[in-house]
């Protein structure tokens, strides 16, 4: 601390330089976070998931339906204890860019069977009993201002047409990892609404089981049963359906590692080649620090201390924007990523990576500064 006060001065000597190089540092440390938030937001999807929860969906692909009449066959499989279904419904409200996700539910037992999905019970009754209301989550209700009783229009994309829903609930979640950027509506209002054809189509049925160890044998009976019918059934475990879900879209965690190691180490390169420059330019004042008796240790600490406050000021400015400017945007990628929030863990996990490339930026000019020989020095200089 006693040089705090030198190393800010020989900063301040070259401001374009420290601006440039906090800058770098910053923008790599927020595109850090961006990435590594990506990761997190999937990881909260499958803890978020129940392990006494099944899916079951059409074995060929989701866009597929299953009929209604299934319903009443699943809830006989030996070990189903509940159920539920429901239909994305792939809409936005009044601009294509204004997505978050909704589901056309089964109301009676969406919420017993989601028992993380919180709602005071005047307005669980409220939404039970109006045909056309819907609940919508805390930080859906935050991002667009809505509130209980406002009408809400929802274009519909998958299902075309206007849709109008009366908000009659605004849900929290039972834990941070449950999406609170979802909104939830009558799947009889949709269904009673859809032409020929269209009708007594589910989507996704979801099970539940009285153990997470019957998961297999139950999977194995659902799909058994409906192994020969023209709509064949793949039921797994609701953890295992968000991994395939995720696992759609390639081997997202190693990619965004990569790429995130990747701008990290240039930056951290640019950061090297900056303190040296620095470094190679204060040959003559190092070599008079020396004669008024610093020590080579401290030369060395002063040096390394410049590129460890520089990485550190980056790094700060960088986590802090990133967790910033998500938590105040609301940012869901049009509700593919309901849980994209900066978590204090990555903003550690951040600064620790700004301590590290600073001590590794700072070692080589540090190591330079203190093996300099006064009297060459001089001599160089003349």
């Not at 978050?100 to 307005?123: K, R, S």
């Not at 939404?127 to 519909?156: H, N, V």
């Not at 949709?190 to 160890?213: C, F, T």
Request: net charge positive; proline share 4%; charged share 15%.
């Amino acid at each position: 601390m006693k040089y705090l006060g030198l190393i800010f001065a020989n900063l301040m000597r070259s401001k374009r330089r420290t601006f440039l190089t906090v800058f770098s540092i910053a923008i790599a440390l927020f595109l850090f976070c961006t990435l590594r938030t990506v990761i997190t937001s999937f990881e909260a999807s499958l803890r978020a998931s129940q392990a006494t929860r099944l899916v079951v969906r059409h074995a060929a692909s989701l866009v597929f339906p299953l009929p209604l009449a299934y319903r009443e066959r699943l809830s006989r499989v030996p070990g189903v204890t509940g159920i539920s279904y429901g239909n994305w419904f792939g809409g936005f409200y009044q601009d294509p860019k204004n997505q978050f996700a909704q589901f056309a539910m089964d109301v009676p037992t969406l919420l017993d069977l989601f028992p993380e999905v919180i709602l005071p019970a005047g307005q669980a009754e409220a939404f039970r009993s109006e045909r056309t209301a819907c609940i919508i989550g805390a930080a859906l209700a935050r991002k667009y201002g809505w509130k209980l009783g406002d009408q809400i229009p929802i274009m519909g994309t998958i299902f075309p047409g206007e849709w109008r829903f009366v908000v009659r609930g605004i849900y929290t979640g039972q834990t941070k990892d449950v999406d609170e950027n979802t909104l939830f509506f009558h799947w009889d209002y949709l269904n009673e609404s859809l032409p020929e054809g269209r009708k007594s189509l589910v989507g996704i049925y979801w099970l539940r089981i009285a153990s997470p160890d019957l998961a297999a044998s139950v999977s194995g009976r659902v799909d058994a049963l409906f192994e020969n019918s023209p709509q064949p059934t793949k039921t797994e475990t609701e953890k295992a359906f968000q991994a395939g879900f995720i696992s759609m879209i390639g081997n997202v965690q190693l990619l965004l590692t990569i790429i995130g190691s990747a701008i990290v180490f240039a930056i951290m390169l640019v950061t090297i080649n900056t303190m040296m420059m620095a470094a190679r330019e204060r040959t003559t004042e190092i070599a008079v620090l020396k004669t008024l008796g610093f020590s080579d240790g401290l030369i060395l600490r002063l040096v390394g201390g410049e590129a460890l406050f520089l990485s550190l000021l980056g790094g700060g400015l960088g986590c802090g924007l990133a967790a910033l400017v998500f938590r105040e945007s609301d940012f869901t990628g049009g509700g593919f990523f309901p849980n994209f929030r900066v978590l204090p863990e990555t903003v550690l996990l951040g600064l620790v990576l700004a301590a590290l490339m600073g001590l590794l930026s700072g070692v080589a000019p540090a190591v330079q500064a203190a093996r300099l020989q006064v009297a060459s020095a001089l001599r160089r200089v003349a």
